[in-house]
């Protein structure tokens, strides 16, 4: 038998590590905290089902629902709530709502722009214009990499890219859209620009009246899946509160740890350039939520996005009762408010108290005035995003070439930030070893 040491116990090196263990595979799981699961975390206090780093993932990508259904959680299975689905803008301190049918910052009805105060009359013709403009923008279309910045200012203009390519993609990434590589970030849209030019026409044909929902969760919370693997994993096979001064001796090394810490421990496996290809950099969140005893009125919706350009140092916020069901008990209210993105690493150094107020203070000041929570959450995860910089893939194909055969990389460093990205490539690896 291989012996297969796997370092870091997030959903990428758990998985692989459950997956291992289905085909018959021994392993030795090193994780340098007490807890497995990295930023999959939920908490269960007083009726409230709190998620403290993602709270769900992309219906349209079927790794994480299908890792569901194999652990016996196929019942658990959530869909958001969409028929109640708006996304909120923040302009002035003041909420503006996404016209229904966008995608992205793409619009599926030209028609649902008419009267939006968040679009000026020049955003809404640089729309209508753009399918017309279908060649030009085909043909216009690089060979290389670019930025999402320069994708977007192509299609339609710089009030467009500020005034919502920017800030959902804050949301997700915590990133800047001019560093931020399109064909790593956005693949599908690169595609439909080159197979259609217009984006809008090609999210058109794609547009069905039965289409999913946009996101799913359990319905007890994704800690469940960390739960139902951790408990499968055979006796002795995980080492806890185990941080790796030195590489185990083994036939395979699985790197599964933050970018940052690969970037220590693949020096001396690999040679100095395969560390430099690594991601550069990466953005810290801070993620507060507030529990309130009491109903009070929100905007029907998820919850809202804050451009750079707004004075306030929410990225975004979620209205977690109102996205997905059974979060709350009945006549409570649970908001989640995202930190990120140049502040993100200095916000962490402030105590739970001060976040927690802060996260208040600037949900008032856009939602307007909000009672006392009954209790409020704080969690702190420093380097967790890492950047996918203009060239990220090129560069990912080349790491891949630098690595010893039996030196392997999983994590949200390399082909994918999602749940179901770092689930479909750790049960591919543990495939690959045991074929």
Known sequence: MKRIAIIGGGIAGLTCAWQLHQLGQPFTLYEATPRLGGTVRTLHRDGFTIEQGPDGWVTEKPWAAELARDLGLGDELTPSNDAGRVTWIVRDNKLMAMPDGM?????????????????????????????????????????????????????????????????????????????????????????????????????????????????????????????????????????????INSIPDSDHIILATPAHVIRTLLRGLAPERAVELLPAEASSAVLVALAFDEEFALPAGFGFLVPHSEPSQLLAATFVDQKFPGRVPPGKRLLRAFFGGANGLALTSLD????????????????????????????????????????????MTELAGLLPSNVHLLGNAYRGVGLPDLIRDARALARQLTS
Do not use: C
């Open 352 to 395: 739970d108290g001060a976040l927690a107020a802060l996260a208040h203070a600037e949900l008032v000041r856009i939602l307007g005035p909000l009672p006392v929570p009954a209790f409020s959450t704080v969690q702190r995860w420093p380097l967790s995003l890492p950047q996918y910089e203009v060239g990220h893939l090129d560069r």
């Open 103 to 243: 995608r992205m910052m793409v619009p599926t009805d030209l028609l649902a722009l008419e009267g939006s105060p968040l679009f000026s009359d020049e955003a809404r013709a640089a729309y209508a214009a753009e399918p017309a403009r279908a060649e030009e923008l085909r043909a216009a279309a690089p060979d290389q990499d670019e930025s999402i910045a320069a994708f977007v200012l192509r299609h339609y203009g710089h009030e467009v890219l500020n005034a919502v390519a920017a800030p959902l993609l804050a949301g997700v990434f915590g990133g800047d859209v001019w560093k931020l590589s399109v064909r790593a970030v956005m693949p599908r849209f690169v595609e439909m620009e080159r197979q259609h030019g217009s984006l809008i026409t090609a999210l058109q044909s794609l547009v069905r009246r039965d289409s999913p929902s946009i996101f799913t969760t359990l319905a007890s919370g994704l800690g469940t899946l960390i739960d139902r693997m951790a408990a499968a994993l055979p006796a002795g096979s995980v080492r806890m509160s185990a941080p």
